[in-house]
């Protein structure tokens, strides 16, 4: 494709300024129609960012003959249908994280995907920020040695919606999202540790519904082994007190120790026998802006690989399940 003319299932609140600005910004690249089922919504957010075509109906904006690729945006127990759907039209698909609401739906989004023979891309955008790079050159580097352990340790306190049942979020109804914050959260960190060290061989873990404020687990506990022998842990908890907020990640090594975050974007701090470096870097305008330039260039065949397929990222899928105890 010289011109890559994307369609939008979807377009809540992740595009208005993390994703959809991007796309219209890459050469080669525009949003030319929205979809959304409250028309009201979905004539709004076109209006606003001049777009030309919206539609409540996804099915009508898949076979609209101006769109050329599909990016899903909704919660996750719709990324299978509308990607599956996109794929068989014959349309490059762009999905949010996680792939799926589960590791079945994203066997069969990979099946069709190899059957159809069209691209499917995930919205792992972490793989992509200069942020995670300095992380993974760090590594590469062999500043740290050979590295023995990861873990993660990760806690924020309620969401005020979350007191309410009738204002809880999607992102704690299983029925949509797969799970709850967990699905949600620790998705960007499995699939950032896959970026970093490859597949996850084996998981485990347990969870907890501590509070009982919503029905899925507040609470997460895992430990996993990669390919690479490397040895991880991890704790997530959502119900943490109102002062408390914690999102790092440290990596050991027999030369060092390296520690960063994943939503925060502190100092990443490499500490060695030779002392403690700090390092700071940038995040684009539009958070997703270096992964969607990446999927534009590699469907106009320029040559760019993608860092964020469906093939890693139903990887992090079935970690999360493992974890979670449903695989």
């Known amino acids: 494709m010289n011109m890559v003319n994307w369609g939008f299932i979807g377009c809540g609140s992740v595009t208005e300024k993390k994703s959809g600005p991007a796309f219209s910004k890459i050469e080669g690249s525009k949003v030319v129609a929205v979809m ?88 792992y955008y972490r793989r992509t920020l200069p942020y995670f790079l300095k992380v993974k050159q ?17 806690s924020i306190p309620p969401y005020a919606t979350d007191y ?13 999202a797969g799970a709850g914050y967990f699905y949600d959260l620790a998705s960007h960190q499995l699939d950032l540790l896959d970026f970093l060290f490859g597949p996850i061989a084996s998981a485990c873990g347990h969870t907890a519904n501590i509070t009982g404020l919503y029905d899925v687990e507040d609470t997460v506990s895992a430990s996993f082994q990669f390919q690479s022998r490397v040895l991880g842990s991890g704790s997530w908890t959502f119900i943490a007190p109102s002062n408390t907020r914690t999102d790092t990640i440290d990596l050991v090594g027999t030369k060092g120790k390296l520690s960063f975050s994943t939503f925060m974007f502190t100092d ?25 330039k990446s999927i534009v260039e590699c469907l106009q065949e320029k040559g760019t690989k993608v860092v964020s397929t469906a093939d890693s990222a139903a990887r992090t899928n079935w970690v999360m399940d493992r974890v979670l105890g449903s695989l």
């Open 138 to 154: 760090l590594i590469d580097d062999g500043l740290l040695g050979n590295i023995s352990t990861v873990q993660v340790q990760f």
């Open 268 to 292: 990443i701090v490499l500490e060695t026998s030779e002392g403690k470096t700090s390092y700071k870097e940038a995040n684009p305008d539009n958070i997703q802006y270096y992964l969607i």
């Open 164 to 176: 309410n049942s009738d204002t809880l979020s999607w992102r704690v109804k299983k029925e949509i």
């Open 36 to 123: 959304r089922r409250n028309a009201t919504k979905a004539k709004d957010y076109a209006a606003r960012h001049g777009i030309g075509v919206w539609y409540t109906d996804a099915q009508q904006l898949i076979e609209d003959p101006n769109v050329t690729a599909i990016y899903v945006a909704t919660p996750p127990s719709t990324h299978a249908e509308y990607a599956i759907d996109a794929m068989r039209a014959g349309e490059p698909v762009y999905v949010e994280k996680p792939m799926a609401a589960n590791y079945v739906e994203c066997q069969e989004m990979l099946r069709v995907s190899k059957e159809t023979g069209v691209s499917c891309f995930v919205a």
